[in-house]
């Protein structure tokens, strides 16, 4: 199967289709959005940095796909963040976005998913920064940022990527992947070993982060499985290992509607098998913190969040 691979045929990232241009001044009419709840998450972010604790947001894919990068990055120059998690393909359209400047990829038709990840600046950057990284003893996320710090004219578009601004702000971006799961899998280059090896790092500089959550935040933007494990194991870690996990605020940011979030709900019940209502909302929140559930679309969440915390001010652990 490994001669297989070798024979792949790879396209070009740069002529690859895109819907949108990153809009870095776009705001929108729903800063009000939320309601009180809201309100009081946006107090417990503000609590935590003032106190010098973690705020950790983990993104699904979708949100870097659609090109919400300015406003994380914002939430990250002003302070509010201090570690970004993603899955692997998150990390993918970060750095496609550093490569071509455009995100919100046009999904390929009419050829039989022959071209299904086989792009080749992309898969080629990731691949050959992890290499290089996982011999020097860095993690996955980390290995992207300084792969492309040192390559500024292969990554013209790179200030606008989340994973670099994170490595230029000195806080973690870790990637959490799934083997088989992502585009760059499929890659002649790919080297599980140096993946795996990679985001395995990662994940225990997650842990690290969330071990030191006590009086945190732990936002959860649209990942319905890996977000809501890889945080829930990590707490699970922090506590076995005799850290205080206790009085800690989560939230979860999707388009599901959960209605009375904090109803109990049984085997027989869909709501049951949603994991970040249990792994996010509830369950690590149970030893007395306090756990949110949010209803809307990402491109009128995050900017929300960023204009609620800009109205809070606070010193923001500075």
């Given at each position: ?104 990829v046009v999904e390929e038709r ?6 299904c990840g086989m792009w080749r600046?992309t898969g080629n950057a990731i ?192």
């Amino acid at each position: 199967m490994g001669e297989l691979f070798e024979r792949i045929s790879l396209y070009s990232t740069i002529d690859r289709s895109h819907l949108t241009e990153l809009k870095e001044s776009r705001e929108f009419v729903h800063q009000k959005w939320g309601g009180m709840s809201f309100s009081q998450l946006l107090r417990h972010v503000v609590a935590a940095r003032n106190c010098g604790a973690p705020v950790i947001a983990f993104l699904g894919s979708q949100v870097l796909q659609l090109g919400l990068q300015p406003y994380l990055i914002s939430l990250i120059q002003d302070g509010w963040l201090t570690h970004i998690a993603v899955t692997g393909a998150g990390s993918e359209y970060d750095v496609e976005l550093a490569i071509v400047g455009q995100a919100a990829v046009v999904e390929e038709r009419g050829d039989n998913l022959s071209r299904c990840g086989m792009w080749r600046e992309t898969g080629n950057a990731i691949h050959r920064a992890i290499a290089r990284g996982w011999h020097q003893g860095l993690g996955y996320g980390e290995s992207l940022g300084r792969y492309v710090e040192e390559r500024p004219d292969d990554f013209p578009f790179r200030e606008k990527s989340l994973f670099f601004q994170a490595y230029v702000y000195d806080i973690p971006y870790t990637c959490h992947i799934s083997i088989g799961l992502d585009e760059v899998h499929a890659h002649p280059q790919v080297d599980f070993g140096a993946l795996g090896g990679s985001s395995g790092r990662d994940f225990r500089v997650f842990c690290a982060s969330v071990a030191s959550m006590e009086n945190g935040v732990f936002l959860n933007f649209g990942s319905s499985v890996t977000g809501v494990e890889v945080f829930l194991k990590a707490v699970s870690i922090a506590r076995n290992l005799g850290y205080t996990v206790q009085k800690i605020t989560t939230a979860n940011f999707d388009v599901v509607c959960l209605g009375d979030y904090h109803r109990t709900v049984g085997y027989d019940d869909w709501d049951y098998y949603y994991r970040p209502r249990k792994n996010v909302v509830h369950r690590p929140t149970s030893l007395g913190g306090r756990g949110f559930h949010f209803e809307g679309d990402h491109w009128v969440t995050i900017p929300a969040l960023r204009a609620g915390l800009r109205n809070q001010g606070g010193n923001r652990g500075e």
